[in-house]
T-cell receptor, first 111, second 112 residues
Framework: EDQVTQSPEALRLQEGESSSLNCSYT??????LFWYRQDPGKGPEFLFT???AGEEKEKERLKATLTKKESFLHITAPKPEDSATYLC????????????FGTGTRLTIIP | GAGVSQSPRYKVAKRGQDVALRCDPI?????LFWYQQALGQGPEFLTY????????KSGLPSDRFFAERPEGSVSTLKIQRTQQEDSAVYLC??????????FGSGTRLTVV
C-alpha cells in the first residue's frame, strides 16, 4: 500500500525566512510525485510533478526536489500570500491511477 | 469549461437522506476522480473513471456510495442514507490521460 508522510504538520515563518517542507513516501513503482497548494475552502491547486530521483523543478519562490525516499519543497524568501496548506501525493505503478496524499503542511507566513 | 465545476458548493442533509453531488470536468478530459477530504486531512481516493467506464471503485467506503458517468463527461456521486461520518468535502478531479490533474473546489457535505 502506498504511503505518504508530511512534516511538519504546521509551520510559522516570518516573511523572508526560508525553509523546507518534507514529504516521505513508500510506493511500489513511482510514476510521479505531486505537490499541490490548497487554500481554505478551495480544491488543491497543482504546483509540480517530479518523476525520478534527482529531478528538481522551480516556480517563483518554490523549488521541489526528489530522492528515492522523499521530496522537499523549498520556500525561499516567502511572502504572506504563500500561506496555504501544501499537499504531497504519489502515483504508483501503471494500473493504479489514484493519487495517495499526505495530510499536508499548513504554512503561515507572518508579515 | 475553464475548470472543473462542482455543485452544489454546500449541502446540508439530515441523517438518512440521500444526496447527489455533481462534477463537470474540463471538456475533453478522459479521466475523472472523486476524493473525500475530512477536516485537517489530505484527500482520500474514492473512485476513478476513464470515459464512461468505472475502472476503480476500491475507495468507496460502503455500498451506500455510488458514482456514475454515463456519457463520459458529467459525473454524479450519490450517497444513500447519509450518516454523520459522511460529513466531509467531496472533491472531483479530471485529467487528460492521467497527467496534470485539475481539482474542483469541492462540495462540503454536512450531515446533521
Amino acid at each position: 500500500e502506498d504511503q505518504v508522510t508530511q512534516s511538519p504538520e504546521a509551520l510559522r515563518l516570518q516573511e523572508g525566512e526560508s525553509s523546507s517542507l518534507n514529504c516521505s513516501y513508500t510506493v511500489s513503482g513511482l510514476r510521479g510525485l505531486f505537490w499541490y497548494r490548497q487554500d481554505p475552502g478551495k480544491g488543491p491547486e497543482f504546483l509540480f510533478t517530479l518523476y525520478s530521483a534527482g529531478e528538481e523543478k522551480e516556480k517563483e519562490r518554490l523549488k521541489a526536489t526528489l530522492t528515492k525516499k522523499e521530496s522537499f519543497l523549498h520556500i525561499t524568501a516567502p511572502k504572506p500570500e504563500d500561506s496555504a496548506t501544501y499537499l504531497c501525493a504519489v502515483q504508483g505503478s501503471f494500473g493504479n491511477e489514484k493519487l495517495t496524499f499526505g495530510t499536508g503542511t499548513r504554512l503561515t507566513i507572518i508579515p | 469549461g475553464a475548470g472543473v465545476s462542482q455543485s452544489p458548493r454546500y449541502k446540508v442533509a439530515k441523517r438518512g437522506q440521500d444526496v447527489a453531488l455533481r462534477c463537470d470536468p474540463i471538456s475533453g478530459h478522459v479521466s475523472l476522480f472523486w476524493y473525500q477530504q475530512a477536516l485537517g486531512q489530505g484527500p482520500e481516493f474514492l473512485t476513478y473513471f476513464q470515459n464512461e467506464a468505472q475502472l476503480d471503485k476500491s475507495g468507496l467506503p460502503s455500498d451506500r456510495f455510488f458514482a456514475e458517468r454515463p456519457e463520459g463527461s458529467v459525473s454524479t456521486l450519490k450517497i444513500q442514507r447519509t450518516q454523520q461520518e459522511d460529513s466531509a468535502v467531496y472533491l472531483c478531479a479530471s485529467s487528460w490521460i492521467n497527467y496534470g490533474y485539475t481539482f474542483g473546489s469541492g462540495t462540503r457535505l454536512t450531515v446533521v
